[in-house]
């Protein structure tokens, strides 16, 4: 495996590092989302177990959230693959890709973390 070169991404100048240090940001908001959607899955089992006396049909918040989640990833790579486009081929794109991902990944942990949030 290569090892990523050293990069100030405080202080990116070149289209490359700023490749780099929007990678590195994707990857960080990609982490965050792990760690809280396991606490939102967490939660829809807790929900699931409150509600499983009442019937099957109160019972369904794991593969709901579980749908969700599979359906938002689509969304998320469609959509910033759409974003790329902007500069097909060009040393841009990969900038351009990954700053959408971790902006979309950002987003999508707020919504869990207020789904997690609101069932405690």
Do not use: H
């Amino acid at each position: 495996m290569a090892q990523e070169p050293e990069v100030d991404c405080d202080n990116a100048e070149t289209q490359m590092d700023m490749n780099i240090c929007a990678g590195r940001d994707y990857k960080a908001a990609d982490e965050e989302l792990n760690v809280v959607y396991k606490k939102a899955l967490a939660a829809a089992v807790e929900t699931d177990e409150g509600f499983k006396d009442m019937g099957d049909q109160y019972v369904g918040a794991v593969d709901a959230l579980k749908r969700a989640q599979r359906s938002w990833i689509g969304y998320r790579d469609g959509q910033c693959d759409l974003a790329g486009f902007e500069a097909r081929g060009g040393s841009l794109e990969p900038l351009l890709v990954s700053s959408c991902l971790a902006d979309l990944t950002r987003k999508r942990t707020a919504e869990l973390k207020t789904f997690y949030e609101q069932e405690n």
